[in-house]
């Protein structure tokens, strides 16, 4: 129990009186008892005992005789500066002349004061606490501070902030024997244990996970924890390729081990992306991307195992920086164009909706398909003005299309993962819609299952907002990603779009149409739409019909096509609705 401080606010004051006479020290401890409640104390009067005394127990305060038979205030002083504690230390005696004190006073002694004058003592020996105690708290926070702005809360792992600073010390220090290694880890499925098991087994995983690692890579490796089940590893030791692939070896063997909490055993595995320095990038951040994109490589070639990264053949070369240079002018030299492709409702046959799809008309190559740029831009953060472009030029030209009385067509428009993770998504949507005032129902927004399976409260944060706007989102190329069910009913969505790699070999391949026939089911328990993309075949539309799934999109109906274009198929498209689906 605390005990009630003294007028002077000073609950507790550990003393340590360097006096040769027991019965000074009582006098001078009845005495401080005035000035704090509890009042422990020990006398020493020797250089031995004195030593013990600092060694043994933490002090507040010394107080100290000039002249004892034995020992001096200044030998007494040098040992309690030596002890590195920095514990004020005040002369207290009857036997110092005003130049001694001065000097003590100039190497370090807090005070003098004569004996028997308490009504100078007391006030000095709270003055020191205080300033004993602010020390003390000031020092606590530093520490605090210091630990929440370099150390990850839950693991105790250098955060990012810190890895960067050591990575970056790393990579300068193995200058003159170049080589170093950078792994990019995540977890697999491990948002399955979090919404099985609970957050708290969650983070106690996350926890031994961070400590294993550690212990893979040994002491001279720097882990951090990136995001909920991200680690990254940098270790100068694993210096070639060679190297690096025996570090990845080492971390995957480490995970083969199953972990246990409160007796329950898990087995984690690992994805892992696999950097050089400095072949795969120069500095840190760099290599931070290309493990990552290495990582997403081992999660798509089936997870629990790990990929080196290489280089994209078009970024290899002069090529990439001819087609970031041009992509840098695309926008505002009016290169981009938008093509749609329709969707038709399976029930009415009725088009309801178009996807837009963007191309780039290049002035020498001609049309580029998207799939040759936006990785591009998402690499070099140019998708930021490409997507507001599509987003405004879509809503646009479909408001056009309503005013034209083509009404009420929605429009889907492509998201990258870079463009939702960059924040700002849902100010740009807004604009968007505000500008072109196409009502937000009639927009919806098509993101890929990787994206909502990564950072997923932030990600539902940014779902929540665009619903609250009254715009549509639907996860694109479903089935492709790692949802797990539980995890989906989370997300406000509205539509699941079947992949087409799905829906090609639908008829042909069972395991597919199992894919395809689940995918369907799952939509409509969840209370979702589903819509099949890729539809080429009569076959394909007779299967999915039985499946009863809602809408189809594909070549069978229409290929994306310009706007002017699409207008007039739509304008005969009421042989659609009659017609197209028998
Ligand atoms: P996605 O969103 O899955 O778009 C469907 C792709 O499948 C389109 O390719 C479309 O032309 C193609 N497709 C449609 N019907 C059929 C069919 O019956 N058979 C076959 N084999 N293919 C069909 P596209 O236009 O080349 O787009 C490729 C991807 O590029 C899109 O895949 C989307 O992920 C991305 N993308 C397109 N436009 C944008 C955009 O404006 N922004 C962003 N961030 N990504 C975009
Ligand atoms: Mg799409
Ligand atoms: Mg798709």
């Known amino acids: 129990m605390q005990s009630r401080a003294t007028d002077a606010g000073i609950a507790r004051m550990r003393v340590l009186i360097v006096e040769d006479s027991e019965d000074e020290a009582l006098l001078l401890t009845h005495e401080l008892r005035r000035a704090a409640n509890d009042v422990s104390w020990k006398r020493v009067?020797?250089?031995e005992a004195l030593r013990a005394a600092l060694r043994d127990n933490e002090w507040d305060l010394v107080i100290s005789d000039h002249a004892m038979p034995r020992f001096s205030s200044e030998d007494a002083y040098d040992l309690?500066?030596?002890?590195?504690?920095?514990?004020?230390?005040?002369?207290?005696?009857?036997?110092?002349?005003?130049?001694?004190?001065l000097t003590a006073m100039a190497k370090g002694v807090h005070d003098f004061v004569e004996k028997g004058n308490w009504r100078r003592l007391l006030p000095v020996v709270r003055r020191e606490l205080k300033t004993v105690a602010q020390a003390r708290a000031r020092e606590r926070a530093e520490n605090r501070l210091h630990r929440l702005s370099n150390y990850d809360q839950l693991t105790g792992l250098p955060n990012r902030r810190l890895f960067y600073e050591q990575a970056n010390l790393l990579l300068e220090e193995c200058g003159a024997e170049p080589g170093a290694t950078l792994l990019f880890l995540d977890v697999d499925r491990f948002m399955r244990i979090n919404n099985t098991f609970?957050?708290?087994?969650?983070?106690?995983?996350?926890?031994?996970?961070?400590?294993?690692?550690?212990?893979?890579?040994?002491a001279r490796g720097v882990v951090t924890r990136m995001g909920r089940d991200d680690f990254a590893v940098l270790d100068a030791a694993a210096k070639t390729p060679q190297q690096a692939r025996a570090l990845a070896?080492?971390?995957?063997?480490?995970?083969?081990?199953?972990?246990?909490?409160?007796?329950?055993?898990?087995?984690?595995?690992?994805?892992?992306?696999?950097?050089?320095?400095?072949?795969?990038?120069?500095?840190?951040?760099?290599l931070l991307v290309n493990a990552e994109n290495a990582m997403f490589l081992a999660k798509r070639a089936g997870r629990n195992n790990f990929q080196v990264y290489v280089r994209d053949m078009n970024s290899a070369s002069g090529e990439r920086l001819e087609m970031e240079t041009g992509l840098r002018h695309a926008v505002s030299r009016g290169e981009l164009t938008l093509h749609y492709q329709p969707s038709v409702e399976l029930a009415s046959g009725a088009i309801t909706a178009v996807e837009a799809l963007v191309r780039w008309s290049h002035p020498t190559r001609g049309m580029i398909p998207p799939d040759k740029f936006i990785p591009l831009a998402d690499e070099t953060g140019l998708i930021s003005e490409i997507g507001k472009w599509v987003l405004f030029e879509a809503c646009a030209q479909t408001r056009r299309w309503h005013d034209a009385g083509i009404a009420p067509l929605k429009v889907s428009v492509n998201v990258s993962a870079v463009q939702f993770r960059a924040g700002d998504l849902t100010a740009v949507v807004a604009a968007a819609l505000a500008r072109t005032g196409l009502p937000p129902s009639c927009l919806d927004l098509e993101i890929t299952?990787?994206?909502?399976?990564?950072?997923?409260?932030?990600t539902i944060a940014t779902l929540a907002a665009l619903k609250a706007m009254g715009v549509c989102v639907s996860v694109d190329d479903f089935g492709t990603g790692y949802s797990s069910l539980a995890y989906l009913k989370r997300f406000p969505i509205d539509t699941l779009k079947i992949d087409k790699s799905f829906v090609r070999d639908v008829t042909r391949d069972s395991h597919n149409a199992a894919i395809v026939r689940t995918v369907i089911a799952l939509a409509k328990s969840l209370g979702l739409e589903s819509i099949a993309e890729g539809v080429e075949t009569r076959e394909q539309i007779d299967f999915l019909r039985a499946e009863g799934c809602d809408r189809l999109q594909g070549y069978y109906f229409s290929k994306p096509l310009p706007a002017a274009a699409l207008q007039q198929f739509m304008a005969t498209a009421g042989s659609i609705a009659g017609g197209a689906i028998p």
């Open 45 to 47: 009067d020797s250089a």
């Open 80 to 101: 309690v500066r030596d002890c590195g504690k920095d514990i004020p230390f005040i002369i207290y005696s009857g036997h110092i002349n005003e130049h001694a004190a």
């Open 198 to 218: 609970g957050y708290a087994v969650g983070d106690l995983l996350v926890r031994q996970v961070g400590a294993r690692l550690q212990t893979a890579v040994g």
């Open 249 to 286: 070896e080492r971390v995957m063997q480490a995970f083969t081990q199953p972990f246990t909490i409160d007796g329950q055993e898990f087995f984690l595995t690992l994805s892992i992306g696999v950097c050089c320095f400095p072949r795969d990038g120069e500095d840190v951040g760099r």
């Open 449 to 458: 299952e990787t994206v909502l399976m990564q950072e997923a409260d932030a």
